[in-house]
């Protein structure tokens, strides 16, 4: 154990030890303290030691606690941040909306989409239900073509991308369209 | 030191979220699903393309994972703190069958384990289709 030294008692704790005057400061696990001391103090310096020791591990102690909580608060306050939550769910943003602006229910025709948009990636009831996979190009606007939604390197752009749900009437005309983010 | 070491400890807490999650199905868009009158159209209008199809689209699957509770654990060491967060995943589908018309005829939403990936097949399996719904 290393020599006892009353700055020891009043600036930290550790265990110390005077041959003369033995004095011990220690902690368990929760914090409480633990204070002996042996011959050569005297009452009045106990009291001051023991006294100054609760003051130190009171503080210590709140310090410690302060920081889990502050912790936890945090890590909380990360969690509530970053917790978002999309639906399945028709995209309602205006802008995206009027960039599909030719798709009018009622006048425009399956030959005039097949013509703009291609092929279909998916269809559904023979052809009456389809849907195309579009993408957010790196300039912000939306296409069909995957290849249009790549990066100047070379790579997949890893922007936005929808599924455009059409729904045809019997006439062949549109009938219904819906657009969704793609969610993977 | 010691004080740094007699005054640390962990702090293990489960903390509700708002839900987290990608393609949920809402409980808005559940009820307006109605068997016999829902049409194939209007499901995938309301929610977009299904993650599985079968027996040409007799059935149909929508599935996804949300979480509405993390884990926060906090380590404190005297007067330093830190912790971290973790959102603990559900995962769940709906499954729906239409008749030859395209007419929603019954419908269920499932839980599913993680590595049970095929919603159908689960419906298929458990054949209760008011397991959730």
């Known amino acids: ?184 | 030191m010691l004080a740094a070491v007699s005054l640390s400890g962990c702090v293990i807490l489960p903390v509700p979220t708002p839900p987290i999650g990608h393609g949920l199905v809402s409980e808005d868009a559940l009820k307006s699903i109605k068997p016999g009158t829902t049409t194939r159209a209007d499901v995938l209008l309301a929610l977009g393309e299904p993650t599985e199809r079968e027996e040409s689209d007799r059935f149909l699957a929508y599935d996804w994972k949300e979480s509405h509770v993390s884990i926060v654990v906090a380590v404190a060491a005297g007067p330093y703190g830190a912790a971290g967060g973790a959102p603990i995943w559900s995962y769940r589908c709906l499954a729906l069958e239409f008749d030859p018309e395209g007419t929603v005829t019954r419908f269920a939403r499932l839980r599913r384990n993680k590595a049970e990936t095929n919603c159908l097949a689960a419906w298929h399996e458990k054949g209760d289709p008011s397991d959730e719904q």
């Open chain 1, 1 to 184: 154990m290393a020599p006892c030294r009353q700055r020891d008692v009043k600036t930290r704790f550790r265990h110390c030890a005077d041959h003369d005057r033995t004095l011990a400061i220690g902690h368990d696990f929760l914090g409480r303290k633990e204070v002996r001391q042996g011959a050569g103090f005297g009452a009045a310096e106990e009291r001051r030691v023991i006294a100054t020791a609760r003051i130190l591990t009171a503080s210590r102690l709140q310090r410690g606690r302060s920081a889990v909580a502050r912790a936890v608060r945090s890590a909380a306050c990360a969690l509530l941040v970053a917790a978002c939550a999309s639906y399945a769910e028709p995209v309602k943003n205006a802008d995206t909306l009027q960039e599909l602006g030719f798709l009018q229910p009622g006048i425009t025709a399956r030959d005039e989409i097949v013509a703009r948009l291609g092929t279909p990636s998916q269809n559904y009831e023979n052809g009456r239900i389809v849907s195309y996979d579009v993408y957010r190009t790196p300039e912000g606007r939306l296409t069909v073509t995957p290849a249009a939604g790549k990066g100047a390197t070379g790579e997949i752009f890893r922007g936005h991308r929808y599924t455009l749900i059409l729904v045809f009437a019997s006439d062949g005309t549109l009938d219904r369209e819906n657009l969704f983010d793609k969610h993977e």
